[in-house]
């Protein structure tokens, strides 16, 4: 399949033809995440967050950084969120 580069504005842009967009069940708004390899593009659809847990996700990330000073490493940042999700599991679902 060979895709055209257009102009965007000043950046540019790929079209994406309805049946690669319907064969992903893609949709327009959708984000995508894309790899280069030796000139080759490689495109996937990002993770879909719901947005009450995107939100509840931001006011989590705000507190982290404000606890630490706005220093944190995104491995502390895991590390927490893992024994926050472990706690509420263990609350909620029983699972240890």
Do not use: C
Not at 29 to 53: F, H, N, S, W, Y
């Amino acid at each position: 399949m060979i895709f055209k580069i257009a102009k965007w504005g000043h950046g540019a842009a790929i079209r994406l033809p309805a049946n690669v967009m319907e064969s992903n069940q893609w949709q327009i708004g959708d984000q995508l995440i894309g790899r280069l390899d030796e000139g080759a593009l490689t495109l996937k659809a990002a993770p879909k967050i719901p947005v009450e847990i995107r939100h509840e996700l931001t006011q989590y990330l705000l507190a982290v950084k404000e606890r630490s000073g706005g220093e944190t490493k995104i491995e502390d940042v895991l590390k927490e969120l893992e024994n926050e999700i472990a706690k509420r599991n263990k609350e909620v679902h029983g699972i240890p």
